[in-house]
């Protein structure tokens, strides 16, 4: 994979967060492709407080999509597809209408919809290092 960033730490997750958004660009649709505990909602957690979101971050597992909005007033939208066990689940909650918004849309566990995500998204692989750093990669 081409780019990547990598998150030496807790301490260092906000610094990773500003990195990733400069590097990602115009993508409003990005998976986290990574293992349970890899620090998925942690990281998403970070962007949103980068973004100058004002309300508490938590993983949407039971919801399956949580709104949020950036200090400028922008929507955005955080997926835990988790416990999705059909694809209808997901279409059930308008899942395309979410993704042709326009709004960054975040995604944990994309694995569980795959077939429903848009060509453009941007597929992330969250791996966690030896030392316990995470890196993040993307083409």
């Given at each position: 994979?081409?780019?990547?960033?990598?998150?030496?730490?807790?301490?260092?997750?906000?610094?990773?967060?500003?990195?990733?958004?400069?590097?990602?660009?115009?993508?409003?649709?990005?998976?986290?492709?990574?293992?349970?505990?890899?620090?998925?909602?942690?990281?998403?957690?970070?962007?949103?407080?980068?973004l100058g979101v004002g309300d508490s971050v938590c993983s949407p597992t039971f919801t399956i999509v949580n709104e949020y909005m950036t200090g400028s007033g922008d929507p955005v939208y955080h997926f835990d597809f988790y416990r999705i066990n059909k694809v209808a689940e997901a279409?059930?909650?308008?899942?395309?209408?979410?993704?042709?918004?326009g709004s960054l849309c975040l995604i944990e566990w994309p694995e569980n919809i795959e077939e429903l995500l848009p060509e453009e998204t941007l597929r992330v692989s969250i791996k966690v290092n030896e030392d316990g750093s995470r890196t993040l990669s993307w083409d």
């Open positions: 994979m081409g780019n990547r960033v990598v998150i030496k730490d807790l301490a260092d997750i906000d610094r990773a967060a500003e990195e990733f958004l400069e590097k990602i660009g115009d993508h409003r649709i990005i998976a986290f492709f990574a293992p349970m505990g890899a620090g998925k909602t942690t990281f998403t957690t970070a962007l949103c407080r980068r279409l059930d909650i308008g899942f395309y209408d979410y993704m042709d918004s």
